[in-house]
C-alpha cells in the first residue's frame, strides 16, 4: 500500500477531512489563478512603461538633435528639464557621437549619485530597481549621439502591492464562501460513509450481523452499501455456521477430554500393571513419566522422581549399579536406532534395559527406557541349561543304547545262525559209525601177529578194504555239510567281530568331525540292521544322488540313521503286502544336505507328527521314547534338522535328516 499523500489527515475524521481537502482545493486554485494574475500585470506595467520611455526617447531624438548638430548643450539640458513632469523617470542624459555626456538631468533625490553607464548597449534593460532605456540620437541617417533615460520601478511595485491586496481579500473571501459549503455539501460524502462506519462499529461491538446500512444513492457509496450489506449477511451466515462448528467442537473437545481423560487413566493402569519399569524423559533432561514398577524396582525416593530434572535420577540409579561410569554413558546415547544392555546391580539383581528413541513429527526428542528385572529368569536358565546338560547326556546314552541295542540285537541274530551251525555239526558228527572203525580197530589189533595173512587169507580179512571203501563213501557226504557249516559258523563270527569293532570305532570318534561320504555312513547304519532287514524280508533301495564328502559326526549321524532306519524295519514289518524302504541322498540350493528314509510302512497319525520327537514319546508296545528324540537333538547339535511327514495311517513315513553344508570345501 503506498504511504498517504497527507499522513496527518489519516486520524481526522472524514467531515473535517472533506472540509480540509475542499480547503486545501479551493486555496490552491486561488492563489494558482491570483499568482497567475499577478504574473500577468507585473508583465503589462513593464511593456507599459518600456513603451513610454521608448517614446519619450524617440521625442527626445528629434528634440535633441539639433542642439548635438549645433554643439548647442543648453539647449539640450532644457529639454531634458522637462522630465521632470514624468515623476517617474530617475535620471537622464544625452551622449554625442564620442560616448561623452552632453547633458543629464536628475531627480531631485537622486542628486549627486546616479551610477551613469557609458557602455551600455542600444535598447532597453530592466534592472532591480529601475529600468533602462538607451536610443541612438540621428539625423540626416547618421548617428550623431545617443540618449539615455532611467525610469523608477516604485510605480509598478505600488500597483502590483495594490493588486495583491486585492486579490488576497478576494481570496479570504471565497475561501470564507467555500468553507461554508464544504460545510454542508461534504454531507452528501460523509453522510452515507459515516452512517456505514456506525453500522460496522455497531457490528463489531455488538456482535450483532443483523445490523444493515441504509442506501441512500444509487452512486458508488450505494454499491458500496449494498457490498457491504450483502458482506454483512454473508458473515452472519457463516457466524451461524461456526457458531454451530464451534458449539460442536466445543462438544467433540469435552467427549475427546474425556476420553483423553480415559485414555491417560487407561495407559497409567497398563503402566504400572506392567512387570517391567518405565521411564520417559527429553533430552532437555525433564522426566516426561514412569510407573510405579520402575520407583518399586529401582528403589529411588519419591522426592528425586518428582524432580524434573534427569541427572539427579541417573546419579541415583548409577550409584546401585556395579558400572555406574557404563550406566550413565549409555544412558546419554541419543542414537535414531533402538538399544538395549544388560544392567547388574550391587544387590545382585539384572535388569535388561531397553531404549527406544521417542520422536514428534518425525524428529527425535527423547527417550522411553524400559528396565525389565531377569534375576529369576537368569537362575531358571541356569537351572534349564544344567538340567538340558543332564537330559543331553541321558539322550545320549539312550542313542548309544540305541546303536548298541541294534548291535546287540544283529550280534544275536548271527550268534543264533552259528547255535544252529553248531547243532548240525553236531548232529552230522553224532551220526558218525563210530562202533564200526573201533570193531576193525580190535580186529586188526586182534590179528597184528599176523595182519598180512589176515588181510589176504581169512574171509574176515579179505573183507576189510571193502569196509575201509564203504565207510570212506559213508562219511564223504556229512564231510561236506560239516565243512560247510563250519564255513557259515566262521562267517558269522566274522560279522560278529566286524560289528563290535564298527562299534569300538564309533566310540572312539564320537565328537569328532570327520569328512565321510553319506554312502559310507548309510552302508555302516544298514549292516547295523542286515540281520533283521533279511528277517523281515524287506527290499532296501539306495538313491544317493549327491555323495560329496561332509565334514561332519561320524557318531550322531550314524545314531540318527540306524534309529530311522529301525523305525523303518519296525514300520514295514507291521504291514501287509510288498515292504521296501528308500534311502535317497540329495543337496538343495544352499548345498546343504538331504538324507532322506521313505518306507510304505504303517504311517503316523496327523496328531502325532507335532509329538513324534518329544521325549518319551513313543508308538510301540515295548519302545521307551528315547529314539526321535536324541535323534532330534543330535541333529541340531550337528547344526541341521531332523523332520518327519506321513500322509496318514497305512500310508508310510518318510524321516528327513538335514545337514548344513561344511564350512570348507572337502576333497572328494
Not at 529314539?627 to 534338522?641: D, F, I, Q, T
Request: charged share 25%; net charge negative; proline share 3%.
Amino acid at each position: 500500500m503506498k504511504p498517504a499523500v497527507l499522513p496527518f489527515l489519516n486520524d481526522v475524521p472524514i467531515k473535517r477531512k472533506l472540509t480540509i481537502l475542499i480547503m486545501v482545493i479551493s486555496s490552491a486554485a486561488l492563489l494558482l489563478a491570483c499568482a497567475a494574475i499577478l504574473l500577468h500585470e507585473r508583465h503589462a506595467f513593464r511593456e507599459t512603461m518600456a513603451r513610454d520611455l521608448e517614446i519619450i526617447a524617440d521625442t527626445f531624438d528629434d528634440n535633441v538633435a539639433s542642439g548635438l548638430a549645433f554643439n548647442d548643450p543648453e539647449s539640450i539640458a532644457q529639454t531634458l528639464k522637462t522630465l521632470k513632469a514624468n515623476p517617474t523617470i530617475m535620471a537622464a542624459c544625452v551622449y554625442d557621437e564620442n560616448r561623452q555626456r552632453v547633458a543629464e538631468y536628475l531627480r531631485s533625490d537622486m542628486q549627486g549619485h546616479f551610477p551613469f553607464d557609458e557602455s551600455q548597449p542600444t535598447g532597453q534593460h530592466f534592472h532591480d530597481d529601475r529600468l533602462d532605456t538607451h536610443q541612438d540620437i540621428t539625423l540626416d541617417g547618421e548617428t550623431i549621439g545617443s540618449v539615455y533615460i532611467a525610469a523608477d520601478l516604485t510605480a509598478i511595485t505600488y500597483r502590483l502591492q495594490r493588486s495583491a491586496t486585492i486579490i488576497f481579500i478576494v481570496i479570504c473571501g471565497a475561501l470564507l464562501l467555500a468553507f461554508f459549503l464544504s460545510t454542508s455539501l461534504q454531507k452528501i460524502i460523509s453522510g452515507p460513509i459515516t452512517h456505514l462506519a456506525e453500522v460496522a462499529s455497531t457490528v463489531a461491538a455488538e456482535k450483532d450481523y443483523s445490523v444493515r446500512a441504509v442506501k441512500q444513492s444509487e452512486d458508488e457509496l450505494g454499491s458500496l452499501i449494498d457490498a457491504f450489506n450483502e458482506m454483512l449477511s454473508q458473515i452472519q451466515q457463516q457466524d451461524s455456521a461456526l457458531q454451530m462448528a464451534r458449539d460442536n467442537l466445543e462438544t467433540r473437545v469435552q467427549e475427546r477430554t474425556r476420553e483423553l481423560a480415559r485414555s491417560l487413566s487407561l495407559l497409567n493402569a497398563t503402566l504400572d500393571s506392567t512387570a517391567d519399569g518405565i521411564i520417559a524423559f527429553q533430552f532437555t533432561g525433564e522426566i516426561v513419566c514412569y510407573n510405579s514398577q520402575f520407583a518399586d524396582m529401582w528403589e529411588v525416593p519419591k522426592t528425586i522422581l518428582e524432580k524434573p530434572a534427569m541427572e539427579e535420577l541417573q546419579t541415583c540409579l548409577a550409584d546401585k549399579t556395579t558400572d555406574p561410569e557404563a550406566f550413565i554413558q549409555r544412558a546419554r546415547v541419543q542414537d535414531e536406532k533402538q538399544a538395549f544392555d544388560i544392567i547388574r546391580l550391587k544387590s545382585g539383581q539384572t535388569f535388561e534395559r531397553y531404549v527406544k528413541p521417542q520422536q514428534v513429527d518425525g524428529r527425535q526428542v527423547g527417550l522411553v527406557v524400559n528396565f525389565r528385572d531377569i534375576t529369576a529368569r537368569e537362575h531358571s536358565e541356569a537351572s534349564l541349561a544344567e538340567a538340558n546338560a543332564r537330559l543331553f547326556a541321558t539322550s545320549r546314552q539312550a542313542g548309544m543304547a540305541e546303536v548298541a541295542t541294534s548291535i546287540l540285537h544283529n550280534v544275536g541274530n548271527v550268534l543264533n545262525s552259528v547255535s544252529v551251525s553248531a547243532e548240525v555239526v553236531s548232529t552230522r558228527v553224532q551220526q558218525f559209525r563210530i562202533g564200526s572203525l573201533r570193531s576193525l580197530g580190535e580186529l586188526l589189533r586182534k590179528h597184528e601177529a599176523d595182519l598180512p595173512a589176515f588181510l589176504t587169507q581169512d574171509p574176515q580179512g579179505r573183507e576189510v578194504p571193502a569196509f575201509l571203501l564203504k565207510l570212506v563213501n559213508h562219511l564223504e557226504e556229512p564231510q561236506q555239510a560239516i565243512l560247510g557249516e563250519l564255513e557259515s559258523l566262521r562267517k558269522n563270527i566274522e560279522h560278529i567281530k566286524e560289528i563290535v569293532s564298527m562299534q569300538q570305532s564309533y566310540a572312539r570318534g564320537c565328537g569328532v568331525l570327520e569328512s565321510l561320504t553319506m554312502s559310507e555312513l548309510i552302508e555302516d547304519a544298514i549292516r547295523i540292521n542286515a540281520a533283521g532287514f533279511t528277517r523281515h524280508e524287506l527290499t532296501l533301495i539306495r538313491d544317493i544322488q549327491d555323495d560329496r564328502p561332509v565334514l561332519t559326526d561320524r557318531h550322531k549321524v550314524l545314531q540318527i540313521l540306524v534309529n530311522l532306519l529301525g523305525n523303518a524295519k519296525y514300520a514295514v514289518s507291521h504291514a501287509p503286502g510288498e515292504k521296501h524302504v528308500i534311502i535317497r541322498v540329495t543337496r538343495d540350493e544352499k548345498d546343504a544336505v538331504h538324507i532322506a528314509v521313505t518306507d510304505n510302512g504303517i504311517g503316523i497319525e496327523p496328531e502325532n507328527l507335532t509329538r513324534i520327537f518329544q521325549h518319551g514319546f513313543t508308538t510301540k508296545k515295548d519302545g521307551h521314547g528315547f529314539g526321535l528324540h536324541s535323534g532330534a537333538l543330535a541333529a541340531r547339535e550337528l547344526g541341521g534338522r531332523l523332520t518327519a511327514t506321513s500322509a496318514g495311517p497305512g500310508q508310510g513315513a518318510t524321516f528327513v535328516l538335514e545337514l548344513p553344508p561344511s564350512s570348507k570345501d572337502l576333497p572328494l
